[in-house]
Structure formats: structure tokens, C-alpha cells
């Protein structure tokens, strides 16, 4: 399938559970709904490193931060409409991401995402004795009651979030069957050889940071708003980093579906437990099902699906479509 | 012939160990030159530093009339210079028809070479033909035998379409058929204008393909020339048999 047109099926099906979502009448949907979206795009954007690099990044959380703390800067300076405010957050990030790449890519496995972990540690730190953003006080938005055609402010950003993973989740499939999608996965597989068969992986390494940096500060960027307060503890919070690895994990890496797949099932399901049970056992639900699809399924729900296809007789692996209108788009890597 | 490789006083040690002393090699195109030596000798660790893995610490690297010190692998590569590891690393997630497709559209088209979509797959096809796996394109490279994976290697550096080859021991852990198979291969390469450098164990795998002999011992080069004068080298006996 074309991009165009998975993008504009996205837009239908993104528009479809809007529709739905007003037509319950109750903000509670959107207020929910918000959050399993901006974990689509977290879990999309860190898939993008993680998933099709295979570098693992325990900062997602600070790229979170830096989105919305980019907006809580520019909301004192001067508040802008917020499609400016996520780009404002994007770039933040991205340069950060560039930088983190920068420095830290010569490392892999675990010293990476330690190296990761640590930016946010200085991320947090230094947001902490920030005055300007609140510091460790925090900081308020005070959010318009309504926009728009907009009823409600909440549905305004429940559609920005939903725009956004659309575009994260288009992104997403562009890169994995384009040129760049083939580079990242020969990093993952052996970034010697990758060098040996003409694969720039610095260069590529710098774009998979930078993009996935981007993304999650754009995930970040309309936080303030939602939230109304933001404190670094909730914006460096520790769900953020461990979410937006896990679901990926738990959908399938090597696929944009992966990540989409992980974050519906267990923002959903987080939602679900923190209106019966408690917010406290969101995490204990995201551990719990790790350990278990460790065990079931190593490579995830994406994994398992293909793992029973690959029973089939007709093997697919590896099968492509070439695009014969648009030739110097090449086939994306076999799951 | 015209000079297409030339190292000179090439040298490079991990912390005190000295794993190559002045090493000059000159290499003409399309030469086929065998590099052998005992394990622990520094064919490897040369083929890195030639390669780009590993960077030299004295000494320079000039090929096809450019200087290659400081480059990275990939830009080497792209130069026209390709390799294939002592143990085969194929991409594994990527079927054997998508691991050809890497060369193509990273160095090949860096080159200036365009190709389309089917062009590419027609080209990655014709290269796993060659090699006898095109049966096999859709597949993944862990269901390839020993042999097969070695043939995977060579094709794959064969589709970067380079000007110079270095095999790193692709004989290797092989049967008798399966070395002549691989060198069939490398002679076919060789005669459409490839110069290849055999690094291998395996004495009558080097001595059917070679035209030239040059031995490494203890990180020196202590023997260059034709194969026959070189195995009559008392200090190649010695290095050999002790």
C-alpha cells in the first residue's frame, strides 16, 4: 500500500474514533483516549531506535520532559497555538537527541542505555534548578476552557495527539520500507558488516536519535496543557521510560505495527486499572505482562503472528512488493 | 599493471603487543595474491586496517590513487574495496535476496549508479545465481548450511561491485568439493577483472589460486613473491614447520 493512502486510511480510522469518542458524550474517552495516543507515539518513536537500530534508550522520559518544558518556556515567553508548540518541542528534542547520539553511539547494549538513563538524570536535574520553568515547584498552564469548534479543550488535544500519531505511526512505516529502514536493520543485525557493505551507521545512528528524540518531544509537547501542572517527577516520571520500551517489546520491534499493537493494549489496559483498581498498579501490569511474553512470546504479539504464518507451506519470508512507480523505493527488511 | 593497493610501512599494536611492523605491500589490479601465515601472524588484524575496521597506527593505505588513512570502512568500501569475514556475518533478520540489496543501494548507488526497484531485485536475483542460492532468495540466512553461508558472504561482496576482494579465509570448515566450489568462484570473479587477496589455511586452496604468495609471521612480512619460490623460503619452512 501506498503512504498517501495509508496515511489518509489512518486519518479515516483516527477520525472514526474521534467521532466515536464525542458521540459517548462523556470526556472521560478523551481524557484516556489521550493518554494511550501518546504512548503510540512514545512507543513509535523509541521503536525507531530501539527496535529497528537495536539501541536501547532508557531516556525516553527525558525527550518527554524536554516537549513539554519546551512549551512551558515558550507558554512564559509568549503562548503560542500548539501545532507551534510541538514543533518547538520536536525540535528541542531532536537537537538533544543528535547530541545524545553524538556522544554516546560509539557505546552499544548496555552501556548505551545506561548512558541513556543518565542524560535523564542531568535532563532532570537541571530542569529541577531551573526557576524559569518552575523548578522543583513546578509549573501551572491554565488551559482555555474551549477552542474552536472545540466543546471541550480536552477533545482539542485528544485530536492533536491523535494527528500526531497518525504522523508518528505513517513516519514509522515510511522509514522501515525505505532505503534508511534497510540501514537500520543491518545496524541491529551486525553493524561490522553494515560498515563493510557501504551502510554510513554513524550517519544512520545520528538520524534514528534525532528522529526518535523528535517525536518523543513532540509526544511531550501538548503535556502541559493536559496535565494543567507540570513538576519534573511527573514529566521525568518513570512510567514514561519504562512504557515506551515495554510496549514495543510486547507488540514486536521489527514492525510499525509492534509498537501501535503494545500501546493500545497496555495504555488500555493501564487506563482500565487505574478507574477499577489503582494508578499504582499500572507498572506492576506492565511487568507482569513482560515476564510473560518473555516467556510466550520472546518477539512479541508481531513475533507470534508470524511465527504461526511461517507454519504455513506458502513461506513468506522476505516477500516484497516492489513499488514500480517509485523505483529508488526499495522493499523494507523481513520481520 | 597498474598499482591498485599499496601499504607502506604499515603498523599497528594493541596496548605493547606489536601485531604488524612495517608491513609494504604493493598489489596490481587484477592480481591474485595469496596472504598466509601461522594463527596469531596478523593477516586478520591487516585485512582490518586495510579495510577500515581497525586504523593503523604508522604507515599509510593508498588505493586506486587515493589515500584511504582516516577513512571509515564504509567510505572504503564505496572506494571499491570489499571484504568477507573469517565467520560469516550475514544481516539476519533480512532474507539472503534483501542482504544482497544492501551493497546495491548503499555503495553501488553512492557511486552514482542509479537503479530501480526491479532492477535492484533483477541484480540481487543474478548474484545469488551465481553463487547457487537463488533458490533460497526469500529465505533467511539461518537456514543456510556452512557452505551456503560462505557463498552468501562472497556474493554480498560481490554486489558492492568491487575493484578489489579480500576473502578472510571463505574456505574454511569447508569439504573438498565445497573449496573448489568457492574457488571456481573466486577465479570467475577474478577473470572478469577483480583483483582478490586469499587469506586461508588451507595450503592447496592457496597454492591452485594464487599467483603470488607474500607470508606474514609475528606481524612481519618476511616472504613475497611467487608461490613455488616462496614455499622454498627456508624462512617460511621454519615459520611452518618449526
Known amino acids: 500500500m501506498r503512504s498517501p493512502l495509508f496515511f489518509l486510511i489512518c486519518l479515516i480510522v483516527g477520525g472514526a474514533v474521534f467521532a466515536a469518542a464525542v458521540a459517548l458524550g462523556n470526556d472521560y474517552y478523551f481524557f484516556a483516549g489521550y493518554v494511550v495516543l501518546q504512548y503510540v507515539v512514545l512507543s513509535t518513536a523509541w521503536n525507531i531506535l530501539g527496535g529497528y537500530c537495536g539501541y536501547v534508550n532508557f531516556g525516553s522520559a527525558a525527550f518527554f520532559a524536554l516537549g513539554a518544558y519546551s512549551t512551558v518556556a515558550l507558554h512564559r515567553l509568549y503562548p503560542l497555538p500548539i501545532p507551534a508548540m510541538l514543533i518547538a518541542g520536536g525540535v528541542v528534542s531532536g537537537v538533544v537527541g543528535f547530541g545524545m547520539g553524538y556522544l554516546t553511539l560509539r557505546l552499544r547494549g548496555a552501556f548505551f542505555a545506561i548512558a541513556t538513563l543518565a542524560l535523564a538524570v542531568v535532563l532532570e536535574t537541571l530542569i529541577v534548578n531551573w526557576e524559569y520553568v518552575g523548578g522543583s515547584r513546578g509549573a501551572y498552564i491554565v488551559r482555555p476552557e474551549s477552542i474552536g469548534p472545540f466543546g471541550n479543550y480536552i477533545e482539542y488535544l485528544f485530536l492533536i495527539m491523535m494527528l500526531l500519531a497518525v504522523a508518528a505511526i505513517t513516519a514509522a512505516r515510511v522509514i522501515e520500507r525505505s532505503r534508511l529502514g534497510f540501514g537500520f536493520a543491518t545496524i541491529r543485525d551486525d553493524e561490522l558488516a553494515a560498515e563493510a557493505s557501504g551502510v554510513p551507521t554513524l550517519q544512520l545512528k545520528l538520524i534514528a536519535t534525532t528522529m526518535s528524540g523528535a517525536l518523543m518531544g513532540m509526544a511531550g509537547a501538548p503535556f502541559p496543557y493536559y496535565i494543567g501542572y507540570l513538576q519534573p517527577s511527573s514529566a521525568f516520571g518513570l512510567d514514561y521510560a519504562v512504557n515506551s520500551i515495554a510496549m514495543p517489546l510486547i507488540g514486536g520491534t521489527t514492525s510499525w505495527v509492534g509498537p501501535l499493537i503494545g500501546a493500545i493494549l497496555l495504555g488500555s489496559l493501564q487506563q482500565l486499572a487505574t478507574v477499577t483498581i489503582s494508578s499504582a498498579v499500572n507498572l506492576l501490569i506492565v511487568g507482569l505482562l513482560l515476564v510473560g511474553f518473555v516467556i510466550v512470546a520472546p518477539n512479541g504479539i508481531i513475533g507470534l503472528v508470524h511465527k504461526y504464518l511461517q507454519r504455513k507451506p506458502d513461506d513468506f519470508v522476505g516477500r516484497r512488493h516492489v513499488d514500480a512507480e517509485a523505483p529508488d523505493r526499495v522493499p523494507g527488511p523481513a520481520p | ?242
Open chain 2, 1 to 242: 599493471m597498474t598499482e591498485l593497493l599499496k601499504i607502506d610501512n604499515l603498523g599497528k599494536r594493541f596496548v605493547g603487543f606489536v601485531a604488524l611492523e612495517n608491513i609494504s605491500l604493493a598489489v596490481a589490479a587484477g592480481e591474485r595474491v595469496g596472504l598466509i601465515g601461522p594463527n596469531g601472524s596478523g593477516k586478520s588484524t591487516l585485512v582490518n586496517c586495510i579495510c577500515g575496521t581497525l586504523r593503523n597506527d604508522t604507515g599509510s593505505v593508498r588505493f586506486d590513487g587515493h589515500v584511504l588513512d582516516g577513512s571509515t570502512a564504509h567510505q572504503r568500501t564505496r572506494r571499491g574495496l570489499a571484504r568477507t569475514f573469517q565467520l560469516p556475518r550475514p544481516f539476519a533478520s533480512l532474507s539472503l535476496l534483501d542482504n544482497m540489496r544492501i551493497p546495491l543501494i548503499y555503495t553501488v548507488a553512492a557511486r552514482g549508479i542509479h537503479r530501480s526497484g526491479n532492477e535492484i531485485e533483477a541484480r540481487c536475483v543474478e548474484l545469488l545465481r551465481e553463487v547457487g542460492l537463488e533458490g533460497k532468495a526469500r529465505r533467511l540466512p539461518r537456514d543456510l548450511t556452512q557452505v551456503e553461508m560462505r557463498k552468501l558472504e562472497l556474493a554480498r561482496a560481490m554486489a558492492a561491485e568491487p575493484k578489489l576482494l579480500i576473502a578472510d579465509e571463505s574456505m574454511a570448515g569447508l569439504t573438498h568439493s565445497e573449496i573448489e566450489e568457492i574457488i571456481t568462484l573466486l577465479l570467475r570473479l577474478n577473470e572478469r577483472g577483480v583483483t582478490i587477496i586469499l587469506i586461508e589455511h588451507i595450503m592447496r586452496a592457496v597454492m591452485s589460486f594464487s599467483r603470488r604468495l607474500v607470508v606474514l609471521v609475528s606481524g612481519r612480512k618476511i616472504a613475497d613473491g611467487q608461490p613455488d619460490d616462496v614455499m622454498r623460503n627456508p624462512e617460511v619452512e621454519r615459520a611452518y614447520l618449526g
